[in-house]
Each structure stands twice: as structure tokens, then as C-alpha cells.
């Protein structure tokens, strides 16, 4: 059976994985995030997702120690997809600010334009 192209929703599973351990390779453990790892993906891949987060440590620093359940000051990917769980309900919610549920399902723009 030839493998079929992957869909945009399986790339975009692909991409996080691929996200993740671009940074979590850097230092130390290679398939967890230290503090330093987890900033620069946040600075560099989630810019606008997280403004707010990307200019300001100690919001960071909160979000960190909130996806950190094991205290271990270190994100393995378990802990740290918990935050794009968080984003991505987040941006669905932002999409319907204006725009009820239900019949008429429509929706905003991406990106919280
Ligand atoms: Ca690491
Ligand atoms: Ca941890
Ligand atoms: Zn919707």
C-alpha cells in the first residue's frame, strides 16, 4: 500500500514533535526543556500566540512552573503539549468572540487579528 501525503492536520502534529526537539536538543537532557530551551521556543515559534509571555520573564516563568506537574524544572513533551492543548482552545475561543455557536457556526480570523 503506497503511504498516502500526509494531511495539513497530520503536519501540523508533525511540526509540534519537530518544534519541540529542535529546542529540547540544545542542552542537557535532549528530549526535555530547561528554562532557557522552553523561552526560545516560546520567543522564536509561538511570537504571536504569546506575546504577552515572550516580553515578560516572570509571566514565563508562571507559565513554566504551571506546565511543570513533576517539578522537576525541566518540560518533557507530556507537560509542555498541555500548552498547545491550552493555545489551541484558547484561539478557538477567541474565533467565536463575536460570533455565537450553534446554526450559524462562523467564525473569526486566525491569529487574533
Ligand atoms: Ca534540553
Ligand atoms: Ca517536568
Ligand atoms: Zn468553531
Known amino acids: 500500500m503506497a503511504a498516502k501525503t500526509p494531511s495539513l492536520m497530520e503536519r501540523s502534529i508533525d511540526t ?3 518544534t519541540f526537539h529542535k529546542h529540547s536538543r540544545k542542552e542537557g537532557n535532549r528530549d526535555t ?3 532557557k530551551e522552553f523561552k526560545e521556543l516560546v520567543t522564536k515559534d509561538l511570537a504571536n500566540f504569546m506575546k504577552k509571555e515572550k516580553r515578560c520573564e516572570n509571566l514565563l516563568t ?8 513533576n517539578q ?3 518540560l518533557s513533551f507530556e507537560e509542555f503539549i498541555m500548552l498547545i492543548a491550552k ?3 484558547a484561539t478557538h475561543e477567541s ?13 473569526g480570523e486566525l491569529l487574533g487579528k
Open 16 to 18: 509540534i514533535i519537530h
Open 33 to 35: 526543556l530547561n528554562k
Open 62 to 69: 508562571d507559565v513554566m512552573e504551571d506546565l511543570d506537574t
Open 72 to 74: 522537576n524544572e525541566e
Open 87 to 89: 493555545l489551541v482552545f
Open 95 to 107: 474565533l467565536h468572540e463575536n460570533n455565537p455557536r450553534g446554526h450559524d457556526h462562523s467564525h
